[in-house]
């Protein structure tokens, strides 16, 4: 059998929350809720994500929809208690819009490469930020994006920071 399609419109959906919620540690505000992911707060085509999932018996009402990108929405927990979902939320958030993924690239670098970017700093004697955010810039235009989703995922940023490292070496 086909699922119905969710009747619930995105205004709705931001209504309901932004009535009820503490907007203060999101990654969005109420102004800008129904254009912004609620994870990453970035400026993106919006899905409906289920709180509780259909599968588990979670409803198609606004109470039980958040609006993500389409990349959040992969990463989202798909479980049967809705605070999880507010949980994860929360703990992504953000102050300023348009960072989200790079920081979350510079915590895949330290991941990776059990450094973090100010340590790599420290050891390279780097003090011109703006000298190495030109070669950054530069690194950036030497990457691609997977089918589907245009826009750099964290483990290309990690990349493009080594990248940088290793000429900024080479200077
Ligand atoms: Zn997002």
Redesign the pocket.
């Known amino acids: 059998m086909k699922r119905e399609v969710i009747k619930a419109k995105n205004h709705e959906i931001v209504e309901y929350w932004f009535s009820r919620i503490d907007e203060c540690g999101l990654s969005v505000d109420a102004a800008e809720a129904h254009e912004r992911?609620w994870?990453?707060g970035?400026k993106?085509t919006l899905e409906r994500c289920h709180i509780v999932p259909a599968s588990l018996g979670g409803s198609d009402d606004p109470s039980n929809l958040v609006l993500?990108?389409h990349?959040?929405h992969l990463d989202s927990p798909n479980v049967a208690d809705p605070e999880i979902m507010w949980d994860w939320i929360r703990a992504y958030g953000t102050s300023f819009y348009d960072t989200f993924w790079t920081i979350q690239g510079m915590k895949e670098y330290e991941f990776i490469y059990n450094r973090s970017l100010e340590e790599e700093f420290k050891a390279r004697n780097i003090e011109d930020i703006n000298e190495f955010n030109k070669i950054i810039k530069e690194e950036m235009q030497k990457t691609t994006y997977h089918f589907g989703d245009p826009h750099l995922n964290i483990a290309t940023i990690a990349g493009v920071i080594r990248m940088a490292l290793k000429r900024y070496e080479e200077m």
């Open positions: 992911c994870r990453c970035c993106r993500l990108c990349r959040c």
